[in-house]
């Protein structure tokens, strides 16, 4: 009887292409045995060495070693450096052979290292000629830009020592995901209900009862209390390392910081000092278990990245990495040298170089593939359609290829379609069909609106209806709106209505900084006051604002603690308060109850009535999907002296139950008379809400409309739906 052979492992019995290594262990996350092909072939400094794999950017850990990749144009030489843990002199030092270099990438495999018995940097050497952007220094210790960790700021608020520098730790990809295969959470946008939060702010204060505050774990701890809101998608704000100590200075007793985290250190690996404990080599473990826990839990998660500069700032900032790989090239600079600065924040990305697009499509794929990110918001989008000279482009190659890019397809792409150079493209942001905007006409329209400045009606009805006028169906889809009267640039909703001015002076600018436009109104007291008159109205505002977002077509947005009246003592750029001020106090939940359960029947409703999120089947009643009136039914045209509107969304389920709702709006501060469409014989107009009710807002019951007439109170919102007798 013939002897059978042994089985043979499959991908250590034979030679693997280089390609195969890529796709192993960059996407699929699977470790792979050693062939017999992975042979040293040089010895350097006492390391085994060998050419390295050029398609895997950064470091990677395989069975027998590391392979180190990097990419420089004008860089001559470089060296790898090798640190043990904490250590702030390399205990090797590995330059790259010559013959080790193809094109302008350098890739080494060394064997023998293991992946948790080291920290890595770099040591380039080139020409150095500032006119030119040219800042070569082999003194620098230079950090690995696709380096998926970064150690040197793990403790959130304390400052690099000394003399001390970023370097950087190979991470193991082996995170079990427990599920076959990726699945939407939500499909389209158009049916997100998105929540946007800062990681540390929303668990950091006390008041929380988290036991990991401040922590992508003290998240996860609230899981129970965003299922009982009812949002469906987390936009968390900048998660990429940063860092927050920069400019870390004391104003009237308080340590502020770069809090909000929009100043990037590196865009692949996540901010350490968010994880409730040290990960070494698993850096992003914790925020893998959250994204995973929301993700069973029916929630997407977005992240709020940041590609329009970084943490280098411009000459007098500091030289750690981007700087010293090719300052040329990753940065937009004027003929002389000198940074431009379109981020506000000292320096601009150079998007649109072919190298830096590279860099952006590989940070965005590897977060979409390793850590099931369902989609992105650009933050200055605007910048990333900026050609190398600064103008901006018709056609941007990179805002195209991200919107093409195979594996971004099943991804939201959401752009702040405006910089701080004074491009502002809402409306106008190239798309291809893919790309929506957050609608900064949305929340400027609403917020005038709804507090009762004239001659706006039009625009604040074209705003419910998904603004047609700037986001043509034909041409941008249904999903091309984000709509947001709040967001964490500017007043919280509670401020909006308890503030006329900006109080910034905690920031130290004198209270220069932060918006002037803020179209507010404090009901007639500036600030906390204890009069119940003017309570009582700017709960019935906040309440106007809430149910006009859930009611608008497009995708609704707002900013976490607006749903139990979090204030920020009327600082509209809180951006360096890592204080009360910016956390959330979670004793406002139950002194708010009834805006919290206000905010939870409307997203509720929203869900309910897929006609205030699309088109559906016609309704039997002959009426338009959706409709605009006045008054009186079917008034269209506005003058400059309405301030009531009315939205009529008509159209049937999936069941054929009939969904005829109607949404007035009177932001006048008088009693109006509103009559309703004529509906079918068998119908009646039922209100279900009426804002100027206080507690009984959320109408019970059965009230049926005499003659469809309805009296509105001043400045309130009212939801009729008809219902079948």
Known sequence: MAKKNKPQNRTSQRLIPQKEYLLLEDFAGIEIESGENIKPIDQVNGFQIRPGFYEINGASALPDGVNFTLITYSGTSCELLLFHRKAQVPYARIPFPDNYRVGNVYSMFVFGLKADEFEYAYSIEGPYDPSKGLLFDKEKYLLDPYAKAVTGQSEWGKQLAGGAFYKARVVHNNFHWEIPKRKNTVSKLQDCIIYEMHVRGFTRHESSGVKHPGTFEGIREKIPYLLDLGINAVELMPVFEFDETRNMRTVNGRQLLDYWGYNPVCFFAPNTSYASEQEYNREGTELKNLIKDLHKNGIKVILDVVFNHTAEGNEEGPFFSFKGFDNNIYYMLTPDGKYYNFSGCGNTLNCNHPMVRDMILNCLRYWTTSYHIDGFRFDLASILGRSEDSSPMRRPPLLERLAYDPILYSTDLIAEAWDAGGLYQVGSFPSWNRWAEWNGKYRDDLRSFLKGDEGLAGAAAMRILGSPDLYPREKRGDNASVNFITCHDGFTLYD?????????????????????????????????????????????????????????????????????????????????????????????????????????????????????????????????????????????????????????????????????????????????????????????WVPVLDTSRGKAALIQGDEMLDQNIYVMNPRSVCIYIGKKL
């Not at 149910?547 to 707002?558: D, E, I, K």
């Not at 359960?597 to 559906?616: A, G, P, S, V, Y």
């Not at 959706?626 to 999936?654: C, N």
């Not at 069941?655 to 109607?662: S, T």
């Open 496 to 684: 909006l209505y308890s503030y006329n001015q900006k109080h910034n002076e905690d920031n130290g600018w004198d209270n220069t900084d932060g918006a002037n436009d803020n179209r507010s109104w404090n009901c007639g007291e500036e600030g906390e006051t204890e009069n119940p008159e003017i309570l009582r109205l700017r709960r019935q505002l906040i309440k106007n604002a809430c149910a006009v977002l859930m009611c608008s077509r497009g995708t609704p947005m707002f900013l976490a603690g607006d749903e139990f009246g979090n204030t920020q003592f009327g600082n509209n750029n809180p951006y360096c308060q890592d204080n009360e001020i910016s956390w959330l106090n979670w004793e406002q939940l139950p002194e708010n109850q009834e805006i919290f359960e206000f905010f939870k029947f409307m997203i509720h409703f929203r869900k309910d009535h897929t006609i205030l999120r699309k088109d559906t089947s016609p309704s039997s009643a002959g009426f338009p999907f959706f409709s605009l009136h006045g008054t009186a039914p079917w008034q269209k045209e506005y003058d400059g002296d309405t301030r009531t509107i009315g939205v009529m969304f008509a159209g049937r389920e999936e069941d054929g139950r009939e969904d005829i709702l109607y949404l007035g709006v009177n932001a006048y501060w008088e009693q109006v008379t509103l009559e309703l469409p004529r509906l079918p014989q068998g119908f009646c």
